[in-house]
């Protein structure tokens, strides 16, 4: 389960932030990923350092009053995609 | 062999970031098309050239060479200037060292609109009829972003290739230079044609579809992916195009504009290229 999940941010990782909406290149790729206001707000709750999606959905919840079960589906597919994608590294 | 066949025409192109001279043999109708279809990227010879390749023709057999080397020969002339062009140009962009985005460059009163798109799109036939409606060419092909501190584009103003829906479309004479289905415009024949930079103000993303032709903004991030993925060089430096793809599309309002007809999306674009920056 993706709550079980702990991860810590990739290193070396290039940020460049648009109109509100992050792209970002991994430094083993050549193309970058293109995130929406919401996955924009989700990795950088994962650079503020929350590292479960329980930690990302409070650092929401509290910076954007955000209702928490209504954004947790968000959430989960966001990391799913950031890990998939090697932005986020599973930790043990 | 007569002395007028072992005179030669030779030009100075700038192709790209690359200097090439162009020789032909002088009096044939064939080299003096080929010579007139480069007119726009016609440089002052004030550099030597970094390549010089030399059209021949010799018992009816028409041959390009680089140096003494072989590149094509053909007893079909005209297409032998066709693959020639293309040469030129694959041959140039493989050699491009700085950041350039497969696209379409239009300008109108000292501000670009980039259409980054890969081939097939429409990027030529929206050139030719921008050109007949007072719009400045640049390119159809490769916008070079030498400056690493702005979003000046280079002018690369090749010929024009199109098909021949698209010269019917745009009620243009057939042209010299033809293979089956293309035929090929030197773009100063069709309008005005920009040889040095202008600075990029808009993006716009094209959308082939039917009906009314639409303008409607796109996520400035969408418009940096778009350059990335249309670059033509990204990974040989993948963070520096990235910082200046995402530059440029800071800078730089993105649209999506749809449209059926050429014709009809051009006063859209220059309503683009007019509207104050932001």
């Known amino acids: 389960m993706t709550q079980a999940l702990s991860w810590q941010v990739a290193d070396g990782v290039l940020v460049q932030e648009i109109e509100g909406r992050a792209m970002l290149l991994h430094p083993a790729s050549t193309s970058a990923l293109s995130l929406n206001e919401s996955a924009t707000s989700i990795w950088a709750a994962c650079t503020a350092g929350a590292a479960t999606v329980d930690e990302v959905v409070e650092m929401l919840h509290d910076a954007l009053g955000v209702d928490a079960d209504a954004i947790r589906a968000d959430v989960e597919a966001a990391v799913q995609r950031l890990l998939h994608e090697g932005y986020l590294l599973a930790t043990p | ?278």
């Open chain 2, 1 to 278: 062999m007569t002395a007028q066949d072992l005179r030669l025409d030779r030009v100075a192109l700038g192709v790209l970031g690359r200097r090439w001279d162009l020789v032909v043999p002088a009096g044939r109708t064939l080299g003096a098309e080929l010579l007139d279809l480069v007119g726009d990227l016609v440089v002052p010879t004030h550099e030597p050239a970094e390549d010089t390749w030399t059209l021949r023709e010799t018992d009816g057999r028409w041959q390009l060479y680089r140096g003494d080397a072989l590149l094509l020969a053909s007893p079909d002339g005209p297409g032998l200037v066709v693959d020639t062009l293309r040469l030129l140009n694959t041959v140039a962009i493989d050699d491009e060292d700085v950041f350039a985005v497969h696209a379409a460059v239009l300008a109108l009163d000292g501000r670009a609109a980039i259409v980054p798109a890969v081939s097939g799109t429409g990027k030529t036939t929206l050139c030719a009829a921008a050109l007949g409606a007072g719009l400045t060419y640049l390119t159809d092909e490769a916008a070079r972003f030498p400056d690493e501190e702005a979003t000046k584009v280079v002018a690369y103003p090749r010929p024009l290739s199109l098909l021949s829906a698209s010269q019917a479309l745009l009620g243009l004479a057939p042209a010299p230079v033809r293979s089956q289905t293309e035929g090929f415009y030197r773009a100063s024949l069709l309008g005005n044609v920009e040889r040095g930079q202008v600075d990029v103000t808009v993006v716009v993303v094209l959308d082939r579809r039917p009906g009314l032709p639409e303008a409607t903004r796109l996520p400035r991030s969408t418009a940096a992916e778009l350059l990335l993925k249309n670059s033509f060089n990204h990974y040989r430096d993948p963070r520096g195009a990235f910082l200046r793809a995402t530059a440029i599309a800071a800078a730089a309002p993105s649209w999506l504009l749809g449209y059926e007809d050429a014709p009809a999306a051009v006063p859209l674009l220059a309503g683009l290229l007019s509207a104050p920056r932001g």
